[in-house]
């Protein structure tokens, strides 16, 4: 089974500093955030690895427009919340008399029966007002914090993390969890179906139909395979344009649960910012990813030309995952849609692959040989030998010195090196470095404390 890394909602009204008290979280921890490639919206999701305990961090603000009317987002931000969070955090302004917008939001909290904590902000403001104020919120827990002078961050993320398990609590089982990933209307349901082999999602021309995800398991070959039709997107009726269709949090909980997702995406409405950003999302999260393009039937004058044409185009636009395959399918003439089932096997084969040592670390001597590393005057970065920990995602650590000088076109450079050498089409690889100098200076500064410590002479 993939690991399934627990989700944290900020939710409140607006101006209480949830997104200070995101930025807080994440940047402290130096988690990976996803970006929205080719925007300069405002980063939502952050990962946060924290005490052995991994999760990702959502700043419900910034999933709606900020000039919607309370009515029209914050039910939609506690909705998704309460639905797809494994814990919910309220925000309020610990200055002001709480409001019934404050109340709406701890009453629907609360009702969700997530574990729930009240954080009070802004208390370094001199109106700060005491915990008693806000005890008829009803949420049992408050945590007083200062996103601005970073008071109260380390309370707040050893609160989430009594409530989430550790990252060794999940437990593997053999069933490859393939699920499709996308944007509103572009055949999810429909490609679901037809893969199924029966009707299992009610499929309809109005985007939104699906509310939650359907799940069926399917035996493919000699592999049970479960397949996740992650819809996560708003009720009918209240479709807004862009990033506001698409819900983040049970399209992110989905791709956490997942070993490979399938990215689709209409034949007819390509290359669009939201799917760059869910991309960037799958990418970070290390899971295995496919392109696939839907509804290849619907598009006029198609031939190999068109398809040869295409390719390359979309290919430019997800060039931050060039390793990802692109497949063009129809669910209605049923073209390569069994061919998804090959494909996600062959990609989780790859994520499993076996790699021998002395074949990286040959690879790694020919890499530094023909292109060396980069460095400042008497410190160039020196690459001594690599080694693989882990797979789904494959991750690789190397060893060496002047580490941090590395330049990330140069971690690039390696792993195309890496790509050359296996093949490892359809799943991120990550790399890790380990700077040799710096694992003996800890080791030698250990040793000193020790020694002090054995000298200490001890009370009779």
Same mark, same amino acid.
């Given at each position: 089974?993939?690991?399934?890394?627990?989700?944290?909602?900020?939710?409140?009204?607006?101006?209480?500093?949830?997104?200070?008290?995101?930025?807080?979280?994440?940047?402290?921890?130096?988690?990976?955030?996803?970006?929205?490639?080719?925007?300069?919206?405002?980063?939502?999701?952050?990962?946060?690895?924290?005490?052995?305990?991994?999760?990702?961090?959502?700043?419900?603000?910034?999933?709606?427009?900020?000039?919607?009317?309370?009515?029209?987002?914050?039910?939609?931000?506690?909705?998704?919340?309460?639905?797809?969070?494994? &814990?919910?955090?309220?925000?309020?302004?610990?200055?002001?008399?709480?409001?019934?917008?404050?109340?709406?939001?701890?009453?629907?909290?609360?009702?969700?029966?997530?574990?729930?904590?009240?954080?009070?902000?802004?208390?370094?403001?001199?109106?700060?007002?005491?915990?008693?104020?806000?005890?008829?919120?009803?949420?049992?827990?408050?945590?007083?914090?200062?996103?601005?002078?970073?008071?109260?961050?380390?309370?707040?993320?050893?609160?989430?993390?009594?409530?989430?398990?550790?990252?060794?609590?999940?437990?593997?089982?053999?069933?490859?969890?393939?699920?499709?990933?996308?944007?509103?209307?572009?055949?999810?349901?429909?490609?679901?179906?037809?893969?199924?082999?029966?009707?299992?999602?009610? &499929?309809?021309?109005?985007?939104?139909?699906?509310?939650?995800?359907?799940?069926?398991?399917?035996?493919?070959?000699?592999?049970?395979?479960?397949?996740?039709?992650?819809?996560?997107?708003?009720?009918?009726?209240?479709?807004?344009?862009?990033?506001?269709?698409?819900?983040?949090?049970?399209?992110?909980?989905?791709?956490?649960?997942?070993?490979?997702?399938?990215?689709?995406?209409?034949?007819?409405?390509?290359?669009?910012?939201?799917?760059?950003?869910?991309?960037?999302?799958?990418?970070?999260?290390?899971?295995?990813?496919?392109?696939?393009?839907?509804?290849?039937?619907? &598009?006029?004058?198609?031939?190999?030309?068109?398809?040869?044409?295409?390719?390359?185009?979309?290919?430019?636009?997800?060039?931050?995952?060039?390793?990802?395959?692109?497949?063009?399918?129809?669910? &209605?003439?049923?073209?390569?849609?069994?061919?998804?089932?090959?494909?996600?096997?062959?990609?989780?084969?790859?994520?499993?692959?076996?790699?021998?040592?002395?074949?990286?670390?040959?690879?790694?001597?020919?890499?530094?040989?023909?292109?060396?590393?980069?460095?400042?005057?008497?410190?160039?970065?020196?690459?001594?030998?690599?080694?693989?920990?882990?797979?789904?995602?494959?991750?690789?650590?190397?060893?060496?010195?002047?580490?941090?000088?590395?330049?990330?076109?140069?971690?690039?450079?390696?792993?195309?090196?890496?790509?050359?050498?296996?093949?490892?089409?359809?799943?991120?690889?990550?790399?890790?470095?380990?700077?040799?100098?710096?694992?003996?200076?800890?080791?030698?500064?250990?040793?000193?404390?020790?020694?002090?410590?054995?000298?200490?002479?001890?009370?009779?």
């Amino acid at each position: 089974m993939a690991s399934k890394l627990p989700t944290v909602a900020i939710i409140g009204q607006a101006n209480v500093g949830k997104s200070s008290l995101f930025n807080r979280m994440v940047r402290s921890q130096q988690a990976i955030v996803a970006r929205e490639a080719g925007t300069t919206r405002d980063n939502v999701i952050g990962r946060v690895e924290y005490k052995k305990h991994s999760f990702w961090l959502v700043d419900t603000a910034g999933l709606k427009d900020p000039n919607d009317e309370f009515e029209a987002s914050i039910q939609e931000q506690i909705t998704e919340a309460a639905e797809s969070a494994d &814990v919910i955090l309220v925000v309020v302004d610990s200055s002001q008399y709480s409001s019934d917008q404050d109340k709406f939001v701890a009453k629907k909290a609360l009702r969700s029966k997530k574990p729930s904590i009240l954080l009070l902000n802004k208390t370094d403001l001199k109106e700060a007002l005491p915990d008693n104020e806000f005890k008829r919120l009803g949420i049992g827990q408050i945590i007083r914090t200062s996103a601005e002078h970073n008071r109260g961050i380390t309370d707040v993320l050893d609160s989430i993390i009594e409530l989430i398990p550790a990252k060794n609590e999940y437990v593997p089982d053999d069933i490859l969890r393939v699920s499709l990933i996308g944007r509103p209307n572009v055949g999810k349901s429909y490609l679901f179906n037809t893969l199924a082999g029966k009707q299992q999602a009610i &499929v309809a021309n109005v985007a939104g139909t699906t509310r939650d995800v359907n799940r069926i398991s399917v035996r493919y070959g000699d592999r049970d395979i479960e397949l996740l039709d992650t819809a996560g997107m708003r009720k009918p009726g209240k479709q807004e344009t862009g990033v506001e269709k698409f819900s983040v949090l049970r399209t992110l909980a989905a791709i956490e649960e997942s070993d490979i997702c399938l990215l689709l995406m209409d034949a007819n409405e390509l290359n669009t910012q939201l799917d760059q950003r869910i991309a960037g999302i799958i990418n970070e999260s290390g899971k295995g990813m496919a392109i696939v393009i839907t509804k290849w039937d619907s &598009v006029e004058g198609k031939d190999a030309f068109t398809r040869d044409d295409l390719a390359p185009k979309i290919a430019r636009t997800f060039d931050f995952t060039p390793w990802a395959p692109l497949i063009f399918t129809s669910s &209605v003439t049923g073209q390569n849609v069994t061919k998804l089932f090959d494909l996600a096997i062959d990609i989780d084969d790859r994520r499993k692959q076996a790699t021998k040592t002395r074949v990286l670390n040959d690879m790694l001597q020919k890499s530094v040989q023909s292109h060396p590393p980069a460095g400042l005057k008497n410190t160039h970065p020196k690459l001594r030998y690599m080694v693989q920990t882990d797979t789904t995602p494959p991750w690789f650590v190397i060893y060496g010195s002047n580490l941090k000088f590395i330049h990330w076109s140069y971690k690039r450079y390696l792993e195309h090196q890496l790509r050359e050498t296996y093949n490892y089409t359809g799943t991120p690889i990550k790399f890790s470095f380990i700077d040799e100098k710096q694992i003996k200076a800890n080791r030698e500064k250990e040793q000193l404390e020790k020694e002090a410590l054995n000298r200490t002479p001890k009370a009779e």
